[in-house]
Every structure is written in C-alpha cells, then in structure tokens.
Nanobody, 127 residues
Framework: QVQLVESGGGLVQAGGSLRLSCAAS????????MGWFRQAPGKEREFVAA???????????DYADSVKGRFSISRDNAKSTVYLQMNSLKPEDTAVYYC?????????????????WGQGTQVTVSV
C-alpha cells in the first residue's frame, strides 16, 4: 500500500542547491516518521534527516552532523510530499538519496529500522 517516489536529483556545482521531493501514498496513520538517507558507491546507507508527525503536526526534526545547518526537511501535507532542501552542497554529498517511512514515529539513524523506502534519486555535486 505504501509507495514513496523521489524526484529532484541532478548535477549541481559545489556551493549550489537542490530540492528533493518524495511523493507518498498509502500513509493512513496519524503517527509516523519520514526521513532521508543517502548511499554513495562503496559506502553504507547513512542517515541524513528525519521528522515526526502526530495528529497532523510535524515535530522533532533531526539532522546528521554532516548536513546540519545546510539541509532542511519539510512536508506539504496537502500534497502528501516530503522535501529535502539542500544548500551549500559539497562533493561529499554526492550519493543516491532515498526517502523512508517508519510507522511507529521513531527517528532512528539506522536504516535497517525503517519500514518503507523509495527508489532513490541521484545527487551529484561537482567541484
């Protein structure tokens, strides 16, 4: 039932910005978490950002130290879409970015604990 579709990835120069989108369907619960992870070649999937929803309210936003102050997560409830605004991009940010859902509303950095995943979108930051 749950489907997550990412978009907005692409090629950008270092210092530039990108805005990723994740269109969600089948999210019928009022208490859940949505997050962003990324995976570069030869590396494990790592946590980027996440937020919780309870009764239609978003709270408890968390960010990896590597992106804190540069990335921000948000959601348009009317469109059932979560966003990741990425500013001041660095070559180290190059990876496939995935959105994910945790049904019980936890904000966890371990990707194995998350329940559903999108297909991913490539972000490449050039020097």
């Amino acid at each position: 039932q749950v489907q997550l579709v990412e978009s907005g990835g692409g090629l950008v120069q270092a210092g530039g910005s990108l805005r990723l989108s994740c269109a969600a369907s089948g999210l019928t619960y009022l208490h859940y978490s949505m997050g962003w992870f990324r995976q570069a070649p030869g590396k494990e999937r790592e946590f980027v950002a996440a937020t919780k929803w309870s009764g239609g309210t978003s709270y408890s936003k968390d960010y990896a130290d590597s992106v804190k102050g540069r990335f921000s997560i948000s959601r348009d409830n009317a469109k059932s879409t979560v966003y990741l605004q990425m500013n001041s991009l660095k070559p180290e940010d190059t990876a496939v970015y995935y959105c994910a859902v945790h049904w019980k509303g936890a904000v966890l950095t371990d990707p194995a604990k998350w329940d559903y995943w999108g297909q991913g979108t490539q972000v490449t930051v050039s020097v």
